[in-house]
C-alpha cells in the first residue's frame, strides 16, 4: 500500500519508506515531508493538488506514527 509526500504529492510504496529508503525520505511519524522527488525542489501545486496534501497531512498528522492507519485510511477513503 502507498502513502503520499504531502509536499509534492508523490505516492510511495509504505516497505519502500520505512525499511528499504528510509534515510531518502524527510518524515514525521507517517508524515512524509519530503520525497526523493521534491527534496530541495520548489513545488508549483494547483490549488486542488495543495487541498488534497492539506488533507492527506491533516490525516498523516493525528495518526502521529500509525503509517499502516494512514495507508488504510487513504485507500479507505479513495483517496489514493
Ligand atoms: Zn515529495
Not at 16 to 31: D, I, M, N, P
Amino acid at each position: 500500500m502507498d502513502i503520499i509526500c504531502t509536499n509534492c504529492g508523490e505516492p510511495w510504496d509504505m516497505d519502500y519508506v520505512r525499511h528499504e529508503a528510509k534515510e531518502e525520505f524527510c518524515r514525521q511519524g507517517a508524515l512524509i515531508v519530503a520525497c526523493p522527488c521534491c527534496q530541495g525542489k520548489q513545488q508549483l501545486l494547483t490549488p486542488e493538488l495543495q487541498d488534497y496534501l492539506s488533507t492527506v497531512r491533516t490525516i498523516a498528522t493525528i495518526l502521529a506514527d500509525d503509517m499502516d492507519g494512514l495507508a488504510v485510511t487513504l485507500k479507505d477513503g479513495n483517496l489514493i
